[in-house]
T-cell receptor
Framework: DAGVIQSPRHEVTEMGQEVTLRCKPI?????LFWYRQTMMRGLELLIY????????DSGMPEDRFSAKMPNASFSTLKIQPSEPRDSAVYFC????????????FGPGTRLTVT | ELKVEQNPLFLSMQEGKNYTIYCNYS?????LYWYRQDPGKSLESLFV?????AVKQEGRLMASLDTKARLSTLHITAAVHDLSATYFC???????????FGTGTRLTIIP
């Protein structure tokens, strides 16, 4: 199994630009999670989906952030417009219902907004 | 709201020594996880603890769970340099699939 796949691995953009992060979960997993990691705030859950449906988006910082999961094998996290304080590493993780709910993390996308 | 505290936040230890990292959480949970993160890398799952009294061991690492005390420990035996990393505990929120992560413990093993 290829594991959770994220793209791009690194993204550098200017303030005000739109940024789209992509994630492919492990095949057969029912849950998909988006996290943000910074030195100051640690690891924060932004949103998670179950069977492509958003369940809890209470961690999404503001309206500039949006996430979609159009099918079981693809999700996007979009920031529009981006700001320097959005600079962070964004992780996608997936898990399978009916098991230990262990979450498997992707390699992350390091976002730098200048 | 579930809160997860780890201590210590930073730990420097000599090779060959033993030490324990603690993870306390504030409300009832039935699932606890330990992850490892190397600098610039992703999180790697180490242990999944699903019941009171659960103990799991892998190499020089051993994790345990006491649900009554709301405490998990990660014990390091005879530390080696390769164990240098940041270790996170994460607690499952009862009734849903969310995990709440601790702040992490940055472990540095000194030769």
């Amino acid at each position: 199994d290829a594991g959770v796949i994220q793209s791009p691995r690194h993204e550098v953009t200017e303030m005000g630009q739109e940024v789209t992060l992509r994630c492919k979960p492990i095949s057969g997993h029912d849950y998909l999670f988006w996290y943000r990691q910074t030195m100051m705030r640690g690891l924060e859950l932004l949103i998670y989906f179950n069977n492509n449906v958003p369940i809890d988006d209470s961690g999404m910082p503001e309206d500039r952030f949006s996430a979609k999961m159009p099918n079981a094998s693809f999700s996007t996290l979009k920031i529009q417009p981006s700001e320097p304080r959005d600079s962070a590493v964004y992780f996608c993780a997936s898990s399978e219902a009916g098991t230990s709910y262990e979450q498997y993390f992707g390699p992350g996308t390091r976002l730098t907004v200048t | 709201e579930l809160k997860v505290e780890q201590n210590p936040l930073f730990l420097s230890m000599q090779e060959g020594k033993n030490y324990t990292i603690y993870c306390n959480y504030s409300t009832t949970s039935d699932r606890l996880y330990w992850y490892r993160q190397d600098p610039g890398k992703s999180l790697e799952s180490l242990f999944v603890l699903l019941s009171n009294g659960a103990v799991k061991q892998e190499g020089r690492l051993m994790a345990s769970l006491d649900t009554k005390a709301r405490l998990s420990t990660l014990h390091i035996t005879a530390a080696v340099h390769d164990l240098s990393a940041t270790y996170f505990c994460a607690v499952g929120n009862f009734g849903n699939e969310k995990l709440t992560f601790g702040t992490g413990t940055r472990l540095t093993i000194i030769p």
